[in-house]
């Protein structure tokens, strides 16, 4: 058997993670599945992922990059809520659906990125 999911809290507040890269044939992470992770710096996403759960990443304050992949059609609620480290973030076409407050609290979202999530999804979600 082969694992499909990222279950609800999986990792969260695990603060000795640092990395993390999910395995191919996982369709999703969970809520809060990697909440707290304070150390978190990189995590790597296959295609495979179709939907990251509300807060998942929220509190991941080193976290710097992410790639969401090309298979991506939701992101949940506050998904990156106070990741302050975060620079920048590409959402592909793919993604219809941005949650509330998905990346709100960070702080070091570069301009151009906050301004094409808020004319593609609106201003609540930066």
Do not use: H
């Not at 990792?11 to 044939?25: A, E, V, W, Y």
């Not at 973030?89 to 509330?100: E, K, L, M, R, Y």
């Not at 609290?105 to 570069?110: D, F, T």
């Amino acid at each position: 058997d082969s694992v499909t999911s990222i279950g609800g809290g999986a990792f969260s507040d695990c603060k000795s993670l640092r990395s993390i890269t999910i395995p191919d044939g996982v369709t999703s992470i969970g809520s809060w599945a990697f909440w707290g992770c304070w150390y978190l710096r990189s995590i790597t996403i296959p295609d495979s992922v179709t939907s990251i759960g509300d807060s998942a990443f929220s509190g991941c304050s080193s976290l710097q990059n992410i790639t969401i992949p090309a298979s991506m059609t939701s992101i949940g609620d506050r998904a990156f809520f106070k990741c302050s480290s975060l620079q920048s973030i590409a959402i592909p076409d793919s993604v219809t659906s941005i949650g509330d407050r998905a990346f709100a609290g960070c702080s070091s979202l570069q301009n151009e990125t906050k301004q094409e999530i808020r004319r593609r999804f609106g201003a609540g979600i930066v």
